[in-house]
């Protein structure tokens, strides 16, 4: 991936998936396969309705930390270009979170790269959620199959 | 050593604070959390040994046996549950 080829934002906005991908092939036509993944606030978790969240982060962090990340994944595929949207602030449910798009020769990379930044976007961006359920606020814990999925990733030793 | 310390999500809300000064009595990062534990109350429950929490410095998640520069700015947050 050349420098400067990944557009990394933190926004309380809307994005659109249309726009975004349209923005990565315009102008250029090296790209062979585009993958992504939009993630959405749901109704539901842990057995209870969800009325809206509230995403905080750390400001500075945030954004070295998605950096460092898709740092990471261009230096394990040949991609082409990448772009991370995550959105702080009041979300409801059926709103879109956060979007990972990557842009690469074929397929097989722009999919394996997009599932590897979400699930190290998962466990290592400075992001909380909080819930506002029927009998009151909560945070969202954070998982165990978060960290197995990151740890797939992990490449064993000496190899 | 001078520090400034910053408190996200559920732990800026347990102790009422989003950040502060810390004239630090240590060098590592084990040192700045035992200082605040001796603070009691909700600092030695939310800081308890084997409750979840991580610690950056200058923005980077490090041990707990990382050495902290002066005038670092530290972070002490929850398990991040973004995406």
């Not at chain 1, 934002?9 to 790209?31: H, K, N, S, Y």
């Not at chain 1, 585009?34 to 209870?48: H, Q, T, Y």
């Not at chain 1, 740092?71 to 949207?85: C, F, N, P, Q």
């Not at chain 2, 084990?30 to 923005?59: I, K, M, S, T, Y």
Request: with cysteine; aromatic share 8%.
């Amino acid at each position: 991936m050349k420098a400067g080829s990944m557009k990394i934002v933190v926004q309380p906005e809307a994005f659109d998936l249309g726009t975004e991908v349209d923005a990565m092939r315009r102008g250029r036509t090296d790209i062979g396969a585009i993958a992504s993944f939009v993630g959405l606030a749901r109704d539901m978790n842990e057995g209870s309705g969800v009325r809206a969240m509230t995403l905080e982060h750390y400001p500075g962090m945030t954004e070295k930390a998605l950096t460092a990340l898709v740092e990471e994944a261009g230096s394990r595929w040949a991609l082409l270009d990448v772009t991370v949207i995550h959105r702080v602030g009041r979300l409801l449910p059926g709103d879109p979170i956060v979007l990972v798009a990557v842009a690469g020769s074929h397929r097989g990379e722009a999919f394996a790269a997009c599932e590897f930044i979400m699930d190290y976007l998962k466990t290592r961006a400075p992001f909380w959620k909080k819930e506002e359920t029927p009998t009151g606020e909560r945070w969202v814990d954070a998982r165990a199959s978060d960290d197995s999925a990151a740890a797939r990733w992990v490449v064993p030793p000496d190899q | 050593m001078k520090l400034r310390v910053l408190y996200f999500a559920r732990l800026r809300e347990r102790f009422g604070l989003a950040e502060e000064e810390v004239e630090l009595n240590g060098t590592t990062a084990a040192d700045l959390v035992a200082q605040l534990q001796a603070r009691g109350g909700v600092w030695a429950e939310e800081l308890a040994a084997g409750r979840a929490f991580r610690v950056a410095v200058n923005q980077d998640v490090v041990a707990l046996d990382a050495s902290l520069p002066d005038n670092a700015e530290v972070a002490i947050f929850p398990p991040v549950t973004g995406g």
